[in-house]
């Protein structure tokens, strides 16, 4: 029945497919009253439309297009979401252990927290150049990129393992920083390419998922692999490298189960929206276009700045906690580790609880502001019961800041998907992206220079200053749920393609009507 279904309506696309088609299943005359592609290219709302959807008359395939789901879009997730786990452990698997690496290099603190920072520097200036790559040459070869440089990364670091040798894992380091930046764009992008509409934001919540993973492990598996051994060189030198190695052998599995497993896209679109933004030639389509109406989209504006605040401030606070407590808690390194870790893995599930909700209640708007107040409240809390003096007080309270900190993530991605659509989902992503790593260097440096002048507080303080800012700047967002709509639309109508010079049933009946009079008189 599903195919002769099918079938029906491929020939009827056939007989009505002409040089100007209504797509998304709006008949001629309504598609500005409910809100479908063509009332934005007509009326003008949406100038951001014209760089993704430049000629939604013409086009067909979308419109007979029949919305089905692949069963490879879980496999594809989840190796996705282990390479992402693989790429975050090694950002974070020197700033735990910060006190061991400046022993064993012979460095100071802050060059060990540049083993850190460089991830956020090198995302800022190879983000557009990243996004330019995944529009124009595909999910898959992006994908590629970024298993395979941090494959590489992780061996290079193996050749590092000598006190002499810093500038060596600096640059293995940075060559996992490159690979990040085609990484962390990819969560909503793969969402939106292989999953439905009901799911989309779960999958997004789940791939960012993985990166969190990967920050928690990373808290809570270098501090036990690599104790603080201060009268033994040697062996911190040996444990550093079986950390290295694990991690090099781990890397490329993932590398390969990527090349044989990861697909540009599914057979069929997994919804109409995406549908519709398959049909487009890809010579229309225009990245530098598309940047500028970004730029000049001002809730998309508003949420790059309050998204770039949040995400940060989790970075900031990610690379200095060790330093926050062992300046209380001296000798705590492998408690700074699994307070880390309980302020990630309560983030992760935040962040799954936050994608349910919004696949169930499409709320963006109003589930981003109250999580935001909440992070907000979190980071109060946090600051002032950090030197009481009581580690399972910090544990509480880190677990509270971590469920709503890092519960935002996704919901940053998701609302920019949402309110920029039709624009690419890995161009909006990679630049909240950027816009969190430049709060993330500014917020580190700043941060790192309070605790070691002043004290914790004043740093924790500085950080939740920015973010009642971020508060205020999301309440001023205006949600407009394009994507959503789009779906909406057509979940709850037939899918047909009607000409635009299509007579609609009341022309054809008083068309009717005129010739029959004209016959009688």
């Known amino acids: 029945m599903a195919g002769d279904e099918a079938a029906e309506d491929e020939a009827e696309g056939e007989r009505l497919a002409g040089p100007s088609l209504q797509l998304n299943g709006f008949l001629a005359g309504t598609e500005v009253e409910r809100g ?3 009332a934005w290219a007509g009326a003008g709302a949406l100038p951001e439309a014209q760089a993704m959807l430049p000629s939604l008359g013409s086009g067909s395939g979308a419109a007979r297009a029949v919305p089905q789901l692949s069963r490879l879009r879980l496999v594809v997730l989840a190796v996705f979401s282990l390479y992402s786990l693989s790429n975050a452990f090694q950002w974070i698997q020197y ?7 400046v022993r064993f290099y012979r460095v100071s603190y802050p060059r060990v927290d540049w083993l850190s920072m460089v991830y956020m520097v090198a995302y800022v200036p190879l983000i557009l150049p990243a996004t330019w790559l995944l529009d124009t040459r595909g999910l898959r070869l992006t994908a590629l990129l970024g298993s395979g440089l941090n494959c590489l990364g992780a ?22 920083a490159v690979a990040q930046v085609f990484i962390l764009g990819l969560p909503s992008r793969i969402a939106a390419v292989w999953f439905g509409p009901k799911e989309v934001s779960t999958a997004c919540a789940v791939a960012v998922l993985g990166n969190q993973l990967g920050t928690a492990i990373g808290f809570l598996l270098p501090p036990v692999l690599v104790p603080n051994t201060d009268d033994d060189i040697d ?12 991690t090099a052998a781990v890397s490329t599995l993932l590398f390969l189960l990527t090349g044989v497993v990861f697909d540009e896209k599914p057979k069929y679109p997994p919804s109409q929206a995406q549908a519709v933004l398959q049909d487009i030639p890809p010579e229309d389509y225009s990245y530098k276009q598309s940047i500028i109406n970004l730029f000049r989209n001002v809730p998309f504006v508003l949420l790059l700045i309050s998204y770039g605040i949040m995400t940060g401030a989790f970075y900031s606070v990610s690379t200095v906690l ?12 492998v408690n700074a580790g699994r307070i880390g870790l309980t302020l990630v893995v309560a983030g992760m599930v935040g962040s799954i609880i936050c994608g349910l909700w919004l696949d169930y209640t ?16 979190g980071m109060i ?6 030197d009481l003096g009581y580690l399972v007080i910090v544990f509480v309270t880190g677990g509270v800041l971590g469920f709503f900190m ?20 890995g161009t909006s992503s990679g630049l909240l992206n950027a816009s969190a790593q430049i709060f993330g260097i500014l917020f580190t440096l700043v941060q790192g220079k309070l605790i070691t002048d002043y004290s914790p507080r004043a740093g924790n303080l500085f950080l939740c200053a920015w973010m009642f800012v971020g508060i205020v700047l999301t309440a001023l967002i205006k949600s407009d749920l394009r994507r959503h709509n789009i779906n909406s639309g057509i979940l709850n109508t037939d899918i047909k393609a009607i000409p635009v010079d299509s007579p609609t049933e009341e022309e054809k009946n008083n068309a009717v009507l005129k010739n029959h009079s004209e016959s009688s008189i």
Not at 235 to 246: E, K
Not at 322 to 333: C, F
């Open 381 to 386: 809390i946090f600051t002032f019961t950090l």
């Open 235 to 246: 062996q911190m030198g040996h444990n550093i490298s079986i950390m290295f190695y694990g």
């Open 36 to 38: 479908g592609p063509a």
């Open 95 to 101: 700033s735990i252990l910060s006190s061991v690496f």
């Open 362 to 377: 499409k709320t963006y708007k109003q589930t981003t502001l109250i999580v935001y107040i909440l992070s907000f409240v």
């Open 322 to 333: 060790n330093q926050m407590i062992v300046t209380h808690y001296e000798g705590e390194e």
């Open 155 to 176: 061996w290079l670091k193996c050749a590092s393992v000598r006190q002499s040798l810093y500038a060596v894992t600096l640059l293995a380091q940075t060559v996992c």
């Open 406 to 425: 890092t519960g935002y993530l996704p919901l940053g991605f998701e609302f920019a998907a949402e309110i920029t659509y039709p624009e690419s989902e």
